[in-house]
Each structure stands twice: as C-alpha cells, then as structure tokens.
C-alpha cells in the first residue's frame, strides 16, 4: 500500500507541472536608448568675436576699388573692438583724393560677413 501512495503523491506532482501558468509573453522588440555622451559644460559667459580692423580695412579698399570702382583710395581706418554680431554698424573712415569720407559697416551674419556702404562725406 505505501507503494501505491507513493506513486499516486508522484503522479499528482508531475500532474502539477503540467498545470503550470503559461509564461509571460516575450516584450516587444524596441531599439535601445540613444547613447547621451557629454562633455564639459559650456561657458556661463559667452565668447566674445570682434573683427580684426586690419582684415576690415583690407576688405573696405577692395570693396571700393573692385565693386564701386573708386579711384585713389588711400589710407582706410576702422576702429577696433567691433563685435562680431548681426545687423551691427560702424564706420570707417577712408581717404579718397585727398578727401576724408566715411563708409558703414553692416555686419551681416555671426560668421563674420558684412557689407561696405558707399562712401559719403
């Protein structure tokens, strides 16, 4: 009789691995988190660009000797310590013949470019 209960105990274990809950579903594929690489912080003050006055005069005398066909252009003078900033102007004073006249500078983009006026009076 002891065998019997012994084999009746076995077989309702091994009929209770069968009744076992199913697994759970496998997830859903997804892509894996995008990779965050940081560096250093930035600057709490900004970098500060001013144009070079002796690349801006350079440009001025070929502006107006190449694009406005100015003759006798002379000594050309910007100011130094111009910022580097959109829709900014300063002048230069250029001597054309012997006359003193004056040319605005138009800062046109953070790069750097910038448009030269014709000269006046």
Sequence with gaps: MRITL???CGTLVLSGCDSAPPAPPAPAPSTPAPVVVTSSPPPLTPVRRVFD???????????LTESYL???????SCPADQDVVPGRTFECTVDIA?????????????AGGYEVSQPKP
Excluded: C, F, M, S
């Excluded at 006055?53 to 502006?63: F, L």
């Design 6 to 8: 012994v084999l009746v």
């Design 53 to 63: 006055p002796a690349h801006v005069q350079d440009g001025v005398r070929r502006v």
């Design 70 to 76: 100015v003759t006798e252009v002379g000594d050309v």
């Design 98 to 110: 012997g006359r003193e006249e004056k040319v605005t500078i138009t800062v046109r983009d953070a």
